[in-house]
């Protein structure tokens, strides 16, 4: 899925994504491909990600866990 960026949303590597949550860097970009979590491309085809949008999957993720 890929959306315009907001001019002032952060935008993250998919390694940056990877060590929040823990996981290689490569399963990000599974889970970007499946859908699981909105992803940017940028001009040179890389995948970037808004910050908002992996803080709000990691605090479902996280609350989940803890209920």
């Known amino acids: 899925m890929t959306v315009a ?14 060590a929040m949550f823990r996981v290689d ?9 499946a859908g699981r979590i909105g992803s940017i491309r940028t001009p040179g085809g890389h995948r970037r ?4 949008e992996v803080r709000t999957l990691l ?7 803890h209920s």
């Open 5 to 18: 960026p907001d001019a002032t949303e952060r935008l993250m590597t998919p390694g940056e994504v990877a």
């Open 49 to 52: 990600f808004r910050e908002s």
């Open 25 to 33: 860097p490569k399963t990000v970009t599974r889970w970007a491909a």
């Open 59 to 65: 605090d479902g993720l996280t609350s989940e866990a």
